[in-house]
């Protein structure tokens, strides 16, 4: 397992192709992390798909609906752009035009993505498992999409 150093801020996901293991930054964006652990923690990403999965850029999930379009019963999040930049393994909100849009739905980068830095709110990194995160099926839609297993954060697995 991953050497995690703030349980109560590292997320464990189990997906169809094996675990990843996300490091929160709460440093960067403390509203993002607390809304995502709040959706971690009433199982709000258990079984939904990795609907948009680009070669070289990215894997987004956390649409209820598995086609972008839907977020969590919560209202959107104001963003928190910051500094980190997206590169491999980045973890970052989606959103729409609206840079105050982010809601339940995130990517991970498999490649630098440098032009999405500072218009996209990232909250965490992927620190174990991102060759799992390779794995998941291409496609925009994916036709019989990967998809999170259950996602815990690591303090409440103990």
């Known amino acids: 397992m991953a050497d995690i150093k703030d349980p109560e801020n590292t ?23 607390a809304h995502i652990k709040k959706l971690v923690r009433e199982k709000f990403y258990d079984g939904i798909v990795f609907h948009r999965v680009i070669d070289g850029f990215m894997a987004q999930t956390g649409c209820p609906h598995g086609t972008g379009t839907g977020g969590s019963q919560y209202p959107d999040l104001k963003q928190e752009f910051n500094a980190e930049p997206h590169v491999r393994g980045t973890v970052s909100m989606a959103r729409a035009m609206n840079p105050n849009s982010a809601n339940s739905q995130f990517f991970i980068c498999f490649d630098d993505a440098r032009f999405l830095d500072k218009q996209y709110t990232v909250w965490g990194k992927v620190i174990e ?13 994916v036709r019989d999409p990967d998809k999170i297993v259950s996602i815990v954060v690591a303090a409440d697995a103990a």
Request: charged share 30%; glycine share 8%; proline share 8%.
């Open 11 to 33: 997320l464990v996901m189990e997906t169809t192709k094996g675990t990843v293991v996300i490091e929160m930054r709460p440093d960067l964006a403390p509203n993002h992390v």
């Open 129 to 141: 498992g991102m060759d799992n995160v390779d794995k998941i099926k291409r496609g925009e839609p």
